[in-house]
Structures are given as structure tokens and as C-alpha cells.
């Protein structure tokens, strides 16, 4: 079984394009979109079709939540072309407002006898949605609302930064931006006989292009996606990512 898993895309549409012509999306058997697809950057509308023309389970993501107005944190944001960009954002994609408001939040499923959570970040508590808050809380356990639920694994995206960290039992994957990082990321899930496989994979793209083109639309708050982008924390993606569950 191979199970192709990515998210934080917000709206670069070359990014999600080309996700979609890799070996790896085309062969999965199964495709898991973490939320994020929208918001941020201006594709939004070319970049939600291209998805949704494969068989992929969508969650809900942070910045989907906004569109629909589950949760209202732009206040929290620095950028005011921050707010201009999501009335952009709801306007592109006014048909699909209603596939929004039915996105799932979580997506459980046992591989390999082990049990695994799909989310964005930790739906139980909206603060998480502001990304200094999620990284201050120290505990993802908690953060994740996971004390009383067993999962082996929680596989989950928002932070933009590919990390590992175990807790107790459980370990916790960000599988990191396809959309918002100069080199895209994206997280294989292999079950074989020798066990699960975890491969975390780079998808670069051309960020100056892309910086360029959003300042040739004129679209705001573009120097917030420059920062984005540019801190890449390639130099601390963990190399343990890439581990063998006996």
C-alpha cells in the first residue's frame, strides 16, 4: 500500500500541478490532502480544481476554516493584505463554499495494525491556528487533543516545517508545506512486509518566479508570502524523518 500524503499548499497552483504528475501521486493507492490548499496565495480557484480532479480525501484545513468563517483569528495577523486576500479567496471560489463547509476535520485509519490520525493541526483549540502559539505549546499530546485516544501515529501538517517528535507512544509527523516552502514537501506512507515506511520527498519549485508573478498582479500582501517561502529550515529538516517501523 502506498499512501501519498501533503498539504499547505495556499494556492500555488504550479506547485499542486506538478505534485500531481509525480510517480508517487499518480501510483498511490490512497491520497491524503492535510487542508491548506486555499488561502495566501493568488491561485486559489486553478489550484483547488487541480486537486479535485484526483480521488483525494480533503481535510479541513486552518485557512479553509477562515473561508468559511469557522474561525475568525485575522486579527492575529500582522499583514492587513492578509484580510484582502481572503475576500479575494472567497469570491474565486464561491462554488465550492459548500464542499468547504463539509470538509472533515480528522481522518483515522489503522495500517499495518497501527493506528493513525490525519489532521491539519489541533482542531480542539482554535489558538493553535496562529503558528507561535502551536510551536509555545510544547506539548503536541495536548495540542492535538490526543490523551485519551491511542494513536501510534498523527500525521499532520500547518507549521510548514517537517519535524518528527515522540511522545509517549505516539509519534508525530509534520509533513511541511508543498505551497509555502522553496522546496516543497510532501510524506510517503509505504506499508510492506518488513513493515511501514516513512519517506518525507522534496518538490522544488522556482521561488523567485512565483514572488515575481505575485508582484506583477499586484497581489496583496506578497511580501508576506516572500517569508514564507524564503525560510525554507532546509538545514534543520531532521534527518530521522525518513525512518522503518519494525
Known amino acids: 500500500m502506498k499512501i501519498c500524503v501533503f498539504g499547505d499548499i495556499h494556492a500555488n497552483f504550479e506547485q499542486m500541478k506538478a505534485l500531481s504528475q509525480t510517480e508517487d501521486f499518480m501510483q498511490a493507492d490512497l491520497r491524503i490532502c492535510l487542508g491548506d490548499v486555499v488561502g495566501m496565495g493568488p491561485y486559489n480557484l486553478e489550484t483547488l480544481e487541480c486537486m479535485l ?15 468559511t468563517k ?8 500582522k499583514d492587513g493584505g492578509v484580510f484582502v486576500q481572503y475576500e479575494n479567496c472567497r469570491k474565486a471560489i464561491d462554488k465550492y463554499l459548500p464542499l468547504l463547509f463539509s470538509l472533515p476535520k480528522n481522518y483515522d485509519m489503522t495500517i499495518g495494525g497501527k493506528k493513525f490520525r490525519f489532521t491539519h493541526y489541533g482542531w480542539h483549540n482554535h489558538q493553535m491556528s496562529n503558528k507561535i502559539l502551536s510551536l509555545k505549546n510544547q506539548s503536541l499530546t495536548k495540542q492535538f487533543g490526543v490523551e485519551n485516544e491511542k494513536f501510534d501515529y498523527v500525521i499532520y501538517g500547518h507549521i510548514h516545517t517537517p519535524s518528527i517528535v515522540v511522545e509517549g507512544s505516539t509519534t508525530f509527523f509534520d509533513v511541511g508545506s508543498l505551497g509555502l516552502k522553496s522546496l516543497g514537501n510532501y510524506l510517503m506512507i509505504y506499508e510492506e512486509e518488513k513493515g511501514i515506511v516513512f519517506k518525507s520527498k522534496f518538490l522544488p519549485f522556482d521561488k523567485d518566479k512565483f514572488i515575481e508573478k505575485c508582484k506583477n498582479l499586484n497581489y496583496p500582501g506578497w511580501e508576506e508570502l516572500y517569508n514564507f517561502i524564503y525560510d525554507n529550515n532546509y538545514e534543520t529538516f531532521p534527518k530521522s524523518l525518513n525512518k522503518e517501523e519494525k
Open 53 to 67: 480532479k484526483f480521488d483525494v480525501i480533503y481535510l479541513c484545513g486552518n485557512h479553509e476554516a477562515r473561508i
Open 70 to 77: 469557522e474561525i475568525d483569528d485575522l486579527t492575529l495577523e
